[in-house]
């Protein structure tokens, strides 16, 4: 049944415009979207909620095999977890670090890839990741991997920091960016990497719109 239904899988590192860009091709095309970074953060609020300890893999797999999620994309992306918006929570310290130690668990790892699977519903799904053109969906009909230089994704970010008044350092940042590269792309678990068959784009000099027409005019 899935297999006909179409998948663009959009991968790359952090930085490259992945969110931006899957969201709006999700909207042209009227598609269902996916945003893998969110379901293990949208997990650990859910486990952090009902008080659970970190490391009871089994009661942390029924929460997440229990658990609904819809992503809806406004001007800005809106999670809801079982009916009510954890938007505002996913990005504080307390869940990323909660989701960080849950993403170590394989049992957990096994049942969040069949919830991501299950968000493949007609007419289509964008999914937004690190592993959905090599993982999760290998078998997606259209690929992509979004790219940009290490210093052109630091001052991204930068400008992102500054515009909402918070202190950024650029070579700070550019350092991290490149520590975060070498470290997802040598894990053992599903590493970043290039999907087979995937449109290659680097947007180091391309704006968001040429970007977004050009993935637009890969599916139509």
């Known amino acids: 049944m899935t297999m006909s239904i ?26 269902h979207y996916l945003d893998s970074g969110s379901i293990y953060r949208s997990l650990a609020v859910a486990v952090l909620d009902v008080g659970l300890d970190l490391s009871d893999v089994a009661k942390i797999c029924a929460v997440a095999e229990a658990m609904s999620l819809e992503f809806e994309c406004g001007d800005e992306l809106v999670v809801r977890l079982n009916g009510g918006d954890i938007s505002g929570r996913l ?7 909660a989701a960080s130690i849950i993403a170590a668990y394989p049992e957990i790892r096994a049942v969040l890839l069949q919830k991501q ?27 992509v991997y979004l790219t940009a230089s290490a210093e052109e994704r630091a001052l991204r970010r930068y400008k992102q920091l500054i515009e909402k008044g918070i202190d950024a350092n650029l070579p700070q940042i550019t350092r991290e960016i490149e520590e975060r590269d070498r470290r997802d792309s040598q894990r053992a678990s599903a590493p970043l990497t290039v999907p087979e068959g995937a449109h290659y784009i680097d947007s180091s000099s391309l704006s968001i719109q040429q970007v977004i027409d050009q993935v637009v005019n890969l599916v139509e």
């Open 6 to 31: 179409p998948v663009l899988t959009i991968d790359g590192p952090s930085g490259a415009g992945k969110g931006t860009v899957s969201r709006a091709v999700s909207k042209i095309l009227g598609w």
């Open 91 to 97: 990005a504080t310290e307390t869940t990323g670090n």
């Open 117 to 143: 699977k299950d968000f493949q519903q007609l007419p289509g799904l964008v999914a937004d990741g690190r592993d959905m053109g090599s993982v999760v969906f290998p078998e997606a009909k259209y690929k």
